[in-house]
């Protein structure tokens, strides 16, 4: 119930094309949602966060879309560009515990 | 703002050796940080939440004696690796929390630890 399951593992796209990540979770208690993004060898950079009172939130090219009764949640990446190449870790955070449960990850490339 | 900063970056030991890795919260009071593990092409791992002034809380699995976590201000948080051994090697990588709402996690650029 602890999960928070991502898919795809990878991904690989065009420039401009629109990757879209899925996480989906179990435990109604969860209460934010954010993004991370990692290249490698750095740590993990918060990218978009959203609570589960909206269904979408955008900030630049990145959008979250959220399904509450579904209980999933999607990044989508507008006119992706070869900088965006990273891995990308979906999160949820119970405010109870104050613990953030990760997704396994997406590895994405974006061919030029 | 929200700037956490990790200190070496990058360490090389000898088997049986310590190895103390040092979290900063630069721009803000963190109440909270939290030490992650990560091992290549895998997701994050909680190791230990540690609030100021208080024991830190190991996940299960986690050996507290072997993973010593220091929480002594409200900026610093030591994670303190004691008789390193090769299968200690990897990446941690720390992050804290005290500002904005829900608690976000900013995170710091992580330490490789090489034991050899």
């Known amino acids: 119930q602890q999960q928070v399951k991502q898919s795809p593992q990878s991904l690989i796209v065009q420039k401009g094309g629109i990757p879209i990540i899925n996480c989906a979770y179990e435990?109604?208690?969860?209460?934010?949602f954010p993004w991370y993004q990692q290249f490698p060898g750095k740590g993990p950079a918060l990218l978009i966060a959203?609570?589960?009172?909206?269904s979408e939130k955008k900030e630049g090219r990145f959008t979250i879309s959220f399904n509450k009764s579904a209980k999933q949640f999607s990044l989508h990446i507008m006119d992706s560009q070869p900088g965006d190449s990273a891995t990308y870790f979906c999160?949820?955070?119970?405010?109870?515990?104050?613990?953030?449960?990760f997704g396994a990850g997406t590895r994405l490339a974006v061919h030029p | 703002g929200a700037v956490v900063s990790q200190h070496p970056s990058r360490v090389i030991c000898k088997s049986g050796t310590s190895v103390k890795i040092e979290c900063r919260s630069l721009?803000?009071?963190?109440?909270?940080m939290f030490w992650y593990r990560q091992f290549p092409k895998q997701s994050l791992m909680l190791m230990a939440t540690s609030n100021e002034g208080s024991k830190a809380t190991y996940e299960q699995g986690v050996e507290k004696d072997k993973f010593l976590i220091n929480h002594a201000s409200l900026t610093l948080s030591t994670l303190t690796v004691t008789s390193a051994h090769p299968e200690d090697s990897s990446f941690y990588i720390c992050?804290?929390?005290?500002?904005?709402?829900?608690?976000?996690?900013?995170f710091g650029p992580g330490t490789r630890l090489t034991v050899l």
């Open positions: 435990n109604t208690a969860f209460d934010y």
């Open positions: 959203i609570r589960p009172d909206v």
């Open positions: 721009d803000f009071q963190a109440t909270t």
């Open positions: 999160a949820a955070n119970d405010g109870g515990y104050n613990k953030l449960i």
């Open positions: 992050s804290a929390s005290g500002t904005g709402d829900f608690n976000e996690q900013f």
